[in-house]
Nanobody, 120 residues
Framework: QVQLVESGGGLVQAGGSLRLSCKAS????????MGWYHQTPGKQRELVAD???????TYADSVKGRFTISRDNSKDTLYLEMNSLTSEDTAKYYC??????????????WGRGTQVTVSS
């Protein structure tokens, strides 16, 4: 499996930008896709964006055109560039990875999350 550590969250004014990072370690080659989820109190964790090993990206409708997900394989790091932030984006953001061990045993890994707060 892999271990994931997020960074880059914080407090930002509406209309501002933040870049989240997720450093992966462990069995990096086993990763199939990585992504970002967010969660607010009392609600389920929701997909924000993900990216496959082949570079195929998926975005939640609410962030299309504002957020960009990318991977730097040389640094084993996943990024989420967030622009035009609104108070609706306030949440804890979690890094996620899924993969297979030995081509057969699937797994999921989560980071501990980083808080993003957008002030209006």
């Amino acid at each position: 499996q892999v271990q994931l550590v997020e960074s880059g969250g914080g407090l930002v004014q509406a209309g501002g930008s933040l870049r989240l990072s997720c450093k992966a370690s462990g069995n990096i080659l086993s990763i199939n896709s990585m992504g970002w989820y967010h969660q607010t109190p009392g609600k389920q964790r929701e997909l924000v964006a993900d990216i496959t090993r082949d570079g195929l990206r998926t975005y939640a409708d609410s962030v299309k055109g504002r957020f960009t997900i990318s991977r730097d394989n040389s640094k084993d790091t996943l990024y989420l560039e967030m622009n035009s932030l609104t108070s609706e984006d306030t949440a804890k953001y979690y890094c996620h990875a899924d993969g297979t061990i030995g081509g057969a045993a699937p797994y999921e890994s989560w980071g501990r999350g980083t808080q993003v707060t957008v002030s209006s």
